[in-house]
């Protein structure tokens, strides 16, 4: 017989922070002087995480500066699908 846990008891959702709120928040709590532990605590997350995302901060600013309108997500759809199909029909024409 198992010890601990039960089974009917419901997991812990996962908690998903946008690129976002992880600078709008959670890194700049650091500038503010905050430490690690406060701000796991403060998101409810495990420590290691905050020291994983304080070691990306570069990363994750870098992504975050890297922002598309609208109009340019749907551009860059567009082109993306209608050269997936070039290729396609390309890739079935020599086929033969």
Request: with cysteine.
């Amino acid at each position: 017989m198992r010890i601990g846990k039960s089974s009917c008891e419901p997991k812990q959702k996962r908690k998903i922070m946008t690129v976002n709120e992880k600078l709008d928040n959670l890194l700049d709590m650091f500038k503010a002087g905050h430490n690690y532990t406060y701000v796991a605590l403060h998101y409810r997350l495990n420590e290691s995480t905050v020291h994983c995302m304080k070691k990306d901060e570069l990363k994750i600013r870098n992504t975050a500066s890297i922002s598309f309108s609208k109009d340019t997500k749907r551009v860059m759809t567009s082109l993306w699908t209608s050269d997936y199909w070039e290729k396609k029909v390309m890739a079935l024409l020599n086929k033969d």
